[in-house]
């Protein structure tokens, strides 16, 4: 039987959108301390305002419903069939591990601010270094082979406020990262085939807003939506 077909996929215990919880992960792994994740409160203008400046990215976490999956199916195939436009300076990892979403929401916000954010020496660095000039699938590969990685998302799933899901347990819940990149918003999703290309933007934070809106716009009844920016330290 081909290797393929025997290897056992790895899962992880799934992360809390808690910011607390991703900062220690993080700052753990290398991430200067002058960066932080932070609460989004909602998305209007003056809470938005709260959050210091300049956000690097939104990672949002969102219920992953059958209104959810349809359309990702149809925005696939479109832009299979259309095409897009992505900038070479775009760094996206596929997800092959079950559950490493919240790792891989957090890695995507990173890996594409380095020319702005810091890291100490340290496991992040030397996996944002490795991993530069590889492809998705390749990128996935040493994500699944960094223990580093492995055992810091395990200690910090156990950290949140809730009860942490067990690896087998199904988790209707996932999360996505938008950046900016060359004047582009981007929805990386490593479960996705490819990066979403949301189009140009003047504004960063209200061109994501649009995005996460309308993502609860598929899911009206649904209000397990939370949302975290990466932003200067206060």
Same mark, same amino acid.
């Given at each position: 039987?081909?290797?393929?077909?025997?290897?056992?996929?790895?899962?992880? #215990?799934?992360? +809390?959108?808690? !910011?607390?919880?991703?900062?220690?992960?993080?700052? @753990?792994?290398?991430?200067?301390?002058?960066? /932080?994740?932070?609460?989004?409160?909602?998305?209007?203008?003056?809470?938005?305002?709260?959050?210091?400046?300049?956000?690097?990215?939104?990672?949002?976490?969102?219920?992953?419903?059958?209104?959810?999956?349809?359309?990702?199916?149809?925005?696939?195939?479109?832009?299979?069939?259309?095409?897009?436009?992505?900038?070479?300076?775009?760094?996206?990892?596929?997800?092959?591990?079950?559950?490493?979403?919240?790792?891989?929401?957090?890695?995507?916000?990173?890996?594409?601010?380095?020319?702005? #954010?810091?890291? +100490?020496?340290? !496991?992040?660095?030397?996996?944002?270094?490795?991993? @530069?000039?590889?492809?998705?699938?390749?990128? /996935?590969?040493?994500?699944?082979?960094?223990?580093?990685?492995?055992?810091?998302?395990?200690?910090?799933?156990?950290?949140?406020?809730?009860?942490?899901?067990?690896?087998?347990?199904?988790?209707?819940?996932?999360?996505?990262?938008?950046?900016?990149?060359?004047?582009?918003?981007?929805?990386?999703?490593?479960?996705?085939?490819?990066?979403?290309?949301?189009?140009?933007?003047?504004?960063?934070?209200?061109?994501?807003?649009?995005?996460?809106?309308?993502?609860?716009?598929?899911?009206?009844?649904?209000?397990?939506?939370?949302?975290?920016?990466?932003?200067?330290?206060?």
């Amino acid at each position: 039987m081909a290797e393929t077909e025997t290897k056992k996929k790895i899962k992880w #215990i799934p992360l +809390e959108s808690n !910011p607390e919880v991703m900062n220690k992960y993080v700052h @753990k792994l290398g991430l200067s301390s002058q960066w /932080a994740y932070t609460d989004v409160f909602g998305l209007e203008e003056e809470l938005l305002l709260m959050i210091p400046k300049p956000i690097k990215a939104f990672l949002l976490l969102f219920p992953t419903s059958e209104a959810h999956e349809n359309y990702t199916k149809i925005q696939v195939e479109s832009i299979k069939e259309k095409g897009q436009e992505i900038s070479p300076n775009v760094v996206f990892y596929k997800q092959t591990i079950s559950n490493a979403c919240g790792t891989i929401g957090l890695v995507h916000s990173l890996a594409n601010n380095r020319d702005s #954010i810091s890291f +100490e020496d340290g !496991p992040l660095k030397r996996l944002l270094d490795k991993t @530069k000039a590889l492809t998705p699938e390749e990128r /996935a590969k040493c994500l699944e082979e960094d223990d580093d990685l492995a055992e810091a998302h395990q200690t910090s799933a156990r950290m949140g406020q809730t009860r942490a899901p067990g690896e087998d347990e199904r988790v209707d819940l996932h999360f996505t990262c938008l950046v900016e990149k060359d004047g582009s918003i981007y929805e990386l999703d490593g479960t996705k085939p490819f990066p979403i290309n949301h189009g140009s933007c003047d504004d960063f934070v209200k061109g994501s807003v649009d995005i996460i809106k309308k993502f609860m716009e598929r899911d009206p009844n649904n209000l397990q939506f939370t949302v975290v920016a990466l932003a200067p330290k206060d």
